[in-house]
């Protein structure tokens, strides 16, 4: 045998020898995996076993989440840790499940000893469908869908809330303005007639302190504003500015014309009166507490011969006294409702600018007044899987199927296309669910064609100076697809108004299908843009048909 020849014996010999130890570490560390079952009905489990036997120093790592797509992990159980002498064996179950009918394959699963990788089988699986005895269980057809009357449960909520603040508003308004109040003595002391009030008044100074505390200055100051307060308000007089000498004077000239009848004695007992109390006013005149007394009398006596002296009022002036007072009514009620509207204003005021403060002004805006993203983003959302293979999507209101006409040409390549929308371009926001299948399950999916054709529908609806870009995108559960993005201006043909649209296009697919998630809303709608950003998190689509 030749040299060359021994050579290449020699390495088919080591490649022999070195074959049962592919996938192993040198330290010996083994790795194996075991299906309970594979073959299984719709919802049932399988338990999916991972033995590692390694050194008792070394780090494992064992696959974590959703990494045994298509089936979907139930839960992770670590059994006990058995040891043999410097070895160690470490188990991990898996309970693996599927809703769908069909073969489908646990792709092999990587184990990572000291960062050394390990890769398991691939197991194969069926999965059947639960068979229904129809002879016992009627079949029905799956009832078409109906519309529905929206909820006003929240707009009811908030017109309860407004009503509850208006109702408490008012009756603290109630209750301290408008409502009849006790009236003080005070308050009833002033509603007296002009003589009961200057007798009260001249009772109270009776009973005063004024003259044993020798101020008469105060007590003959009161005494003078009492009698001449009363013949301003009874006799209409001007009073109160008058000197002694201009106040007698006009007494005397309503004496002679008839219009008050005092005898002369009782006109000169109230000059020397008056003539007193300007001598203790402004000479500091001290008089005799007994004709400071004597005085209040004298005083009294003047004004119970006044109220005797004027004559009886005419029915023309009785009506003007009435019409006075209800004006007078009518003004005190006037200002009372000003009052309240004025602490209303203040209320609502004070409360929108703390709101606007804590929660900015288009917060407080879009709440008071509405705004239609903001409601869908509060508002009740709806997860759901929509066509076949199906699209797990969770949006503010449930997508609608649509009924599309497609040209036949395409329609020869189709094998099922279903489509489900909310919204449209014109209003806030739009949401498109599309999934198709092709005959044969012929090829890759072509997204290059599916995104010239979504950027063409854009064209036909009036999308014009379209942006796009394209990224990866990996849904929650790890599926990898394609995400184009950009925005374009859009003319509303009713309105003709132009508005900037931000759209967001997910396509997703194997052989034999393609699925595509649309999303449009207006630039600029921060409600709308969580939104989005909430359904492409909890997006979900199934890549195995």
Partial sequence: MSVQGLKYNLVIVAAILLLPFLGFSQDGSKVSAKVDTTSIKIGEQIRYTVTVETDSLNIVHFPEGQTFSPLETVEAIMKDT?????KVILQKVYALTQFDSGAYTIPPQRIAINE???LTDSFQIKVADVVVDTTKQKMFDIKPLIQVEKSYAKIWMWILFILLGLLIV???VYWFFLRKKPLTEEEKEALLPPYDRALLELKRLENSRYLIQDEYKKYYSELTDIVRSYLEEDVHVSAMESTTGQLIAKLEMLKDAGELKLEDDTIVQFQKILETADLVKFAKSKPPTSTAEEDRKLVEQIVVKTHDALPEPTEEELMLTEEYLEELAKKKQRKKIYWAAAIFVGILFLGGAFSIAYYGFKEVKDTVIGHPTKELLEGEWVTSSYGYPPIDLETPDVLVRQELEIPQQIL???????????????????????SVMFKNNQGDPDFEGAVGSALGIFEQVGIRNIITKQEEFT?????????????????NPATQKSKR????????????FIQQIALTWEDGDEYAEEIVTRILSTLDVKTQV
């Fill in 412 to 434: 020869d390549s189709i094998q099922d296309m279903q489509t489900f929308t909310y919204g449209s371009y014109i209003q806030h926001l739009s949401i498109s669910s599309t």
């Fill in 475 to 491: 849904t929650k559960s790890g599926v990898a697809g394609l995400k184009m993005f950009g925005s374009g201006n859009f003319k």
């Fill in 116 to 118: 050394q990788p390990f």
């Fill in 82 to 86: 058995v040891k043999n002498q410097n």
């Fill in 501 to 512: 649209l931000k759209y967001n296009i997910l396509l997703f697919g194997g052989k034999g």
């Fill in 170 to 172: 008012g009756g603290l």
